[in-house]
């Protein structure tokens, strides 16, 4: 690829706070992923390195250019071929160090025209915003950078046996009871990377019925977005799980590191239940542990924590940030409402795999429904994530500051403005908001959370006003 300088800017977009991300080809294209290799190599001058990939339409193209790059300048590659961000991130955690870093092709949940690049360290850290992402940015920029050949080119291995260790793991960390009762879900894998793992897991749960929604991978998408945070994609789910009386119903993203899910009757479950419904489960099993929220969670997480006899604090969203705070706390568990879901006892990766489990097991224990048990955790009226484009996102923060801090229980600056308002006097009317840059779009997220719906949709017109300005 030759750079020209008004190519700068728009290459230097798809260098995002947790990944590498864009349009492809027409922003990532082999002779991207060529040079990236390169890049990667004389960044971290590695001897040997994981690398694996998604099922869309660009991604074994991509894959091979980066191995390319990376072979040039003698490095071993070992390829897993398709694979979920899971299998991919927890072969690495398996690995003890084996691994100088990996970089798996994918673009995550997004829409079948995107691809790119997640690349993680050797011992589990992921490159992202402040931790070397902006050194890879510069370099690939700089058309300076020249690269020599090494005398000796380095080999490529296949690993096999990467799908089979890692259900294996999945399956005897959760440590499901032996007489697990008979029981029926809906999965839409959303024609994702959940297809290439799935199957290997269900032979291992005979008790399982699994019922399955567009389960052939497919980089298309051709029947929905693979993202189970928007309600819309749960359609065809929702009527699964009731037509065919499932216990639950459960979605995955494109590259299954995320994971939503409905109830018995359809209803879905926002991603700060889930985190609520699965601290009560972990502190059970780690007593007196710290879980981490992100600013978006609803205040039932920190309740729910505490009265469960844990430690709560919250965190910036991001998938960088949260490995990062948690292997600093020793944080057993850590949710966004974005339905990522990060353990320590997967070396602070996310699966959903891993969190399917947890929910079929505590189902199976207390023999209650999903409803029954997340019923108290649902007492708060929540908005959705309102996105708006605004010139300033950072302005906008700081006039919406000047108009609520002085008026808020507590202002918390921790990721963009989270204002929180409680009524001594009258508890009914007490409510929060969150408003943060988007660090993968030029967008502000509004999240807003009250007591009662009527106390949200009052506070909800009025910053959508605030903003709109």
Avoid at 59 to 65: C, I, N, Y
Avoid at 161 to 169: D, M, P, S, W
Avoid at 372 to 401: C, G, M, W
Wanted: with cysteine; aromatic share 8%.
């Amino acid at each position: 690829m030759v750079f020209r300088p008004d190519m700068n800017q728009s290459i230097s977009s798809v260098f995002k706070a947790y990944d590498i991300r864009g349009l492809s080809p027409d922003e990532i294209d082999v002779h991207f992923s060529l040079r990236l290799g390169k890049i990667l190599a004389k960044r971290f001058q590695p001897t040997r390195v994981l690398v694996g990939r998604d099922m869309r339409i660009t991604s074994a193209e991509l894959e091979d250019a980066l191995i390319k790059g990376l072979c040039s300048a003698g490095v071993e590659v070992v390829r897993i071929g398709l694979c979920s961000t899971p299998l991919f991130n927890i072969s690495i955690h398996l690995a003890h160090g084996h691994y100088d870093f990996g970089v798996m092709v994918t673009a995550s949940h997004n829409p079948g025209k995107y691809n790119g690049f997640k690349i993680t360290m050797g011992d589990g850290r992921p490159v992202g915003q402040g931790s070397g992402m902006e050194e890879i940015r510069d370099a690939f920029l700089d058309e300076s950078q020249s690269f020599v050949d090494a005398m000796t080119l380095g080999s490529v291995l296949d690993d096999s046996e990467a799908l089979e260790r890692y259900v294996t793991h999945v399956i005897s960390l959760v440590d499901l009871p032996h007489d697990m009762p008979k029981m029926k879900v809906a999965i839409d894998i959303g024609n994702g990377m959940a297809g290439a793992v799935l199957p290997e897991l269900l032979k291992r749960l005979p008790w399982l019925d699994a019922k399955l929604l567009y389960s052939n991978p497919d980089g298309n998408f051709p029947h929905h977005e693979a993202n189970p945070l928007k309600e819309e994609t749960l359609k065809d789910l929702q009527a699964l799980t009731i037509a065919e009386q499932c216990q639950l119903g459960v979605a995955f993203d494109g590259d299954a590191d995320r994971i939503g899910f409905v109830d018995e009757n359809g209803e879905p479950l926002k991603g700060d239940v889930i985190t609520a419904f699965l601290a009560q489960e972990l502190l059970r099993e780690y007593p007196g542990s710290t879980i981490h929220a992100d600013v978006r969670s609803s205040w039932i997480v920190r309740e729910t924590v505490e009265a469960s006899g844990g430690q709560f604090s919250m965190c910036r969203v991001g998938h960088a940030m949260i490995k990062q705070l948690m292997r600093q706390t020793n944080a057993v568990f850590s949710g966004e409402l974005s339905m990522h879901f990060y353990y320590k006892a997967l070396g602070n990766f996310e699966s959903g795999d891993y969190t399917f489990l947890l929910l079929l097991r505590r189902l199976a224990n207390e023999g209650k429904s999903l409803s029954q048990l997340t019923e108290k955790l649902r007492i708060y009226a929540k908005s959705p994530e309102i996105n708006f484009h605004v010139k300033d996102p950072q302005q906008k923060i700081q006039d919406l500051k000047n108009i609520y801090a002085e008026k808020a229980s507590s202002t918390i600056e921790l990721d963009g403005l989270r204002c929180e308002f409680r009524d001594i006097q009258d508890s009914s009317q007490d409510w929060w908001f969150s408003v943060r840059a988007s660090n993968t779009e030029p967008l502000l997220r509004l999240n807003l959370e009250a007591r009662s719906k009527m106390v949200l949709d009052t506070h909800l017109i009025e910053l959508q006003k605030l903003i709109s300005l």
